[in-house]
């Protein structure tokens, strides 16, 4: 397990999935290492559910913050092809935020959560003395719909074609650029460039469009440990090979040079906003307009493969032939706490 980040996988399969409470039969999916949501049956529909922690960080701006937390709750779900429709939510505020800006937080989450088609069903809110942004509560998401329309992120098929959308380290760059803006010894133009990022971080919408095009065989969006990490949940989940073409992998103004300037692999880097897909053949032309008409960057970076001699439990990953591992720990954590130090002696 590591110090900072999700559990990794070792882990999980050692203390935490023996240990789920009670057997259910109404759990149609239930927890696995880099599966977004769960599905409960629910007299024949399909209840789609994810639980996220809520990270608000003023420095954003409270409201551009508040979308970006509700987004990365409601994007566990979406991934599913089904749109969300409820949420609960809990927050447990610091001392420092007054009534006026946890007024513009909740009617920022109210606002999109209405255009979604989104209600809060329950929740709880509170001041307490030892919480401090950005972690200030957590949420669940949850959707119903049908389960054959469902798309699983370890649904790929051999013969697949891999999309991505926007790109490898749109998240990680644009808030350490616009946190730490002062810090970064680059030209202005591309500070400016990698703060840009900050507005396609939001894909709740993009899973929707894809699914919606499809068809879709599997989705899954590119948090911690990246790219990277992304591709080999989803591999591993399929128990098949990606082969991936690194020069049509998309990247964003700004990203390169961050990720250089601080001496980090963006394939590594956590990206909320980008979506891997695995789609049939015969719809990847439908899924790729779709999305591009939303004026979303999107990219077919590779294919699905049969793994040699047969199916397995784990999967790989081929980047121009090349064996691309999952990363041990996101460094998008190490250069958040390496800069704030920094700002700290600074001041």
């Not at 009617?107 to 209600?119: R, S």
Request: proline residues 5%.
């Amino acid at each position: 397990m590591s110090d900072l980040g999700k559990i990794d996988r070792q882990f999980f399969e050692r203390h935490v999935a023996p240990n789920l409470g009670a057997d259910r039969d109404d759990v149609a999916v239930g927890p696995r290492h880099g599966v977004d949501f769960g599905v409960l049956d629910i007299g024949g529909q399909a209840l789609v559910t994810a639980t996220d922690p809520v990270s608000i960080m003023p420095q954003l701006g409270l409201e551009r913050a508040a979308r970006f937390a509700l987004d990365l709750v409601l994007a566990d779900v979406a991934v599913s092809g089904i749109a969300p429709s409820h949420l609960s939510i809990c927050f447990t505020l610091p001392e420092t935020m007054s009534d006026d800006e946890f007024a513009t937080v909740w009617e920022t989450i109210h606002e999109e959560c209405a255009d979604l088609g989104v209600a809060v069903v329950t929740g709880h809110t509170a001041r307490y003395s030892d919480p401090s942004h950005p972690w200030v509560g957590a949420a669940t998401a949850m959707a119903v719909g049908d389960h054959a329309d469902i798309v699983r992120p370890d649904g790929a098929r051999p013969g697949d074609r891999l999309l991505l959308t926007t790109g490898p380290a749109v998240e990680s760059v644009g808030l350490l650029s616009t946190l730490f803006d002062d810090h970064l010894e680059l030209p202005a133009d591309t500070v400016s460039s990698a703060q840009d990022r900050l507005e396609e971080v939001y894909c709740v919408r993009d899973a929707l469009t894809a699914a919606a095009a499809g068809p879709v065989t599997a989705m899954h969006d590119v948090t911690e440990g990246g790219l990277a990490g992304g591709l080999n949940e989803m591999a591993d989940g399929a128990g098949v090979r990606f082969s991936i073409d690194r020069d049509a992998v998309p990247m964003r103004p700004g990203v390169q040079e961050v990720c250089d300037h601080l001496g980090i692999d963006p394939w590594a880097m956590t990206s909320s906003g980008s979506l891997l897909l695995a789609v049939d053949p015969a719809g990847s032309a439908d899924v790729i307009s779709a999305l591009e008409d939303r004026d979303t960057v999107v990219a077919d970076i590779g294919r699905v493969e049969a793994l040699d001699g047969g199916t397995s439990d784990d999967g790989e990953v081929l980047v121009d032939g090349e064996r691309l591992e999952h990363p041990d720990v996101d460094p998008s954590w190490a250069a958040y706490a390496e800069l704030a130090a920094t700002r700290e002696r600074r001041s």
